[in-house]
């Protein structure tokens, strides 16, 4: 009986241990302060959208047309970044900022915070353009339909470092 106790006891005790050092180690990855995040990086770059159809109306960026599609692909794009597991916590902004003729060209720019005291490492790494352009890359290849009219054509994807 005793014996039986002391063996019950070991076992919770393995258990909390366990479940407590989960719980540190979860707040450790999941706990960060956005407001230390001080420093931007910017990447500019462009992808063409072979399904769309370049007009008048698009190259105009105040029309309803250009504006809609923008702000579709604004979100498509804010939607991978936010979700991506490595850059998802410095990701702040996806902006297109122009449509041009071939057959759709779109110019954006994508915006990432960080902290000051990491920069050097999540610059040499993380947000470096490497990876970034990696991680979008990959989304534009998992795409599901090729026939879609918001398909970004993976092999014209352009990227690099800017204001
Ligand atoms: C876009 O480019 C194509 C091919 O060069 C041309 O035929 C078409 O007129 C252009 N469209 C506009 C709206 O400029
Ligand atoms: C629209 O395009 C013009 C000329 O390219 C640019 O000066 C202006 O800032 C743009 N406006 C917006 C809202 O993007
Ligand atoms: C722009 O789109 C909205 C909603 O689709 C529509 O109500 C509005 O009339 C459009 N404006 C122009 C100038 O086409
Ligand atoms: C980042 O890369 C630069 C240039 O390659 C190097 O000098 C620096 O030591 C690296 N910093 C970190 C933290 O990896």
């Known amino acids: 009986m005793v014996i039986i106790f002391i063996l ?12 407590i ?3 540190i180690h979860q707040d450790e990855d999941d706990i960060f302060d956005p407001s ?3 420093v931007i990086q ?4 462009s992808f063409q959208m072979p399904n769309q159809v370049f007009t008048d109306e698009l190259a105009t960026n105040s029309s309803n047309k250009s504006q809609t599609l923008a702000t579709e692909l604004g979100t498509k794009l804010s939607d991978l970044f936010k979700t991506s597991s490595a850059l998802g916590r410095y990701f702040i902004n996806a902006e297109i900022r ?7 060209i779109a110019d954006y720019k994508l915006t990432f915070h ?7 490492q999540l ?10 352009y990696n991680v979008f890359r990959q989304f534009l290849y998992d795409q599901e ?8 054509d993976p092999a014209s994807l352009k990227m690099v470092l800017g204001n």
Do not use: H, Q, W, Y
């Open 145 to 152: 339909s090729e026939s879609d009219p918001m398909f970004i």
């Open 123 to 132: 610059r040499n790494f993380t947000l470096s353009r490497e990876m970034v």
């Open 114 to 120: 960080m902290p000051e005291e990491e920069k050097d």
């Open 36 to 38: 230390s995040f001080t």
């Open 42 to 45: 910017n990447f500019r770059g």
């Open 8 to 19: 019950i006891v070991i076992i919770a005790v393995i258990f909390t241990s366990l479940a």
């Open 98 to 104: 122009a449509f041009r003729n071939g057959s759709v």
């Open 21 to 23: 050092c989960a719980a």
